[in-house]
């Protein structure tokens, strides 16, 4: 009999626990580690208290959250110390071994919600979860009215899997103000990631003052603004004014680390030599080996490298630093002396990308240093180079890290290595007992377009989201421990704007994030289209732009064994219907729905596609020349007859 009733009892918990997040509606990104939920809602109540006890770093979590409470849902909200309070943050006195120093266990229950963490980052991730369990108004700008404000029960266990949960934001290329990156700040936390790595240093601008060389932002700092396809532009007139561009102060510096700080997130700066140095050279242009570098301006988007080189980029003017000028040297000197005093993380990343060799090749002063030295190659002369700076890093105390052009012709002795022309850098660092960040150009560059370029501003290549969602930075057979984790590159030749910012971070962000933070085993991709599409509404309240790119079409063009062309039709994401034509009249669900490769009717001139979900359109129209796919397909281009 006890022995019934107790199956009976269980019977019932278990009848109450659902499975998995997605029942209730339930929608969090990145991926929990486990999240239970029980039947029934908290209601928040319009007198919302929050406990957070005895740390300043509990306290910012706490003032963020409440701030974010009042302003959307228009109630009292207040944090004190009440041990009835309806959302308690508490600091576990004896250490939760499960989740480490930024895990948390979050728990709504009928009359209060509490969130437990051995470390003040757990409870703000945990945070971050609460939200995401909100109504989607709590992303809006003001009080939203009509919402009923409350929350599933559940009981959440979440730690992440890695430890380097980055976002590269390149405000070189084109600069973003304090303001802006703040919001870059706001937004990437969301989905836990915790380190903004700034591209402070390349060749169209030097954006961070250094007080010993006024120059490189005087000058450095400012370009002269075109629109169109960066890289592409025509070299400014000399009298133009050089008027486009900015820089952050120490100051600013300074308010940005303490602004991450309170959200937990480090800034890595970056600067970048000794290639990618043409604002540095155009300030001080003693630091260039090429005659005529007193001439160089900062770069507007013109074209100055030949990438067409399979032994890597030809300059097509010098914009590297001199490694054979001492003055180099001593100059790297004091750019790290005041770096290091400003940002508090533990590394300085100091580029070493792309460093076309051509006018090294060139320079007396570097022929006599190599023989001197007994250096061989250019890759050589290179890690020499990366050697000496990793010294000045170190002096400074802090630790050297570079892209993984800096293996070429020899590692410097600590050096941790970000890997981005793929994996196979990172795998080779690893292997030597180095540090690896995993950001490989295929999974993890949010430059790149998202759909086809018939639809997408134009950018050389492309990774979709579904692409980007399946990132795995550890590869098999490497040590774990020396994969530190991955990050996002958002590069930013082409966006020219903080909308567009936004629109190439996410949702591919997004997706990275629940690589980098959710266990390998929880992710499913079907699951997670879902998830982007519900969190859509929430961006949209908080007026954050994204693609939609995961909902088009995608062409595969292929030629058959007759030399015909065959046209295939998919989609990222399951449940989507296509409808095409290629009589030129605009695409509808009265028109045929693909279901099979496509051959092209004769004379036809344009495939014209678009996608449906019940029934309603979804995706973007694209319009695609024939031609372009016969291009596509490596087949002969037809002449088109005029149009009458
Ligand atoms: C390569 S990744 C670069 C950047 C460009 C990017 C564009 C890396 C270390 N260098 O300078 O902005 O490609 O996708």
Known sequence: ?????????????????????????ISIIPEPVSLKTVAGVYKLPSNIVIDAKGNKEVDYTARLLAKQLALATGHKVSVNNSASASIRLLLNKTSNPIIGDEGYTLDVRPTHIIIKANKPAGLFYGVQTLLQLMPKEIEGKAAAKNVAWQLPLVSVTDYPRFQWRGLMFDVARHFFTKEQVKDFIDQMVKYKFNLLHMHLTDDEGWRIEIKSLPKLTSVGAWNVKRVGYFGTFAPPAADEPRDYGGFYTQDDIRELVQYAKERFVN???????????????????ELSCTPGAENYKVRSGEEIMDWSHPGGPVALLDNTLCPANDKVYEFLDKVLTEVAQLFPFEYIHMGGDECPKNFWEKSDA????MQKEGIKTMEGMQSYFEKKVEKIVESKGKKFMGWDEILEGGLAPNAVVMSWRGMKGGIEAAKMGHGVVMSPTNFAYLDYMQSDDMVEPHVYATLRLKTAYEFEPLPDGVDPKFIIGGQGNLWSEQLYNVRHMQYMLWPRGQALAECLWSPKDKKNWDWFAKKTEKNFERMDEGQVKYSRALFDQIFTAKKDAKDSLQILLSTEVNGLDIYYTFDNSQPDNFF??????????????????????????????????????????????YGIPKNE
């Open 267 to 285: 800034i890595l700066p970056e600067i970048d030599v000794p290639g990618h140095s043409l604002a540095a050279v155009a300030s001080y242009p």
């Open 592 to 637: 045929p729905k693909y279901e099979s490769p496509l051959s092209v009717p004769k004379e036809a001139v344009m495939l014209k596609v678009i996608t449906y979900r019940n029934g309603k359109p979804i995706g973007r129209q694209i319009d695609m020349p024939i031609n372009e796919l016969r291009k596509r397909a490596g087949l002969k281009i």
């Open 1 to 25: 009999m006890r022995k019934s009733i107790c199956f009976l009892v269980s019977v019932f918990f278990l009848g109450h626990i659902l499975a998995q997040s997605g029942d209730k509606g």
């Open 366 to 369: 570097i022929k006599v240093l």
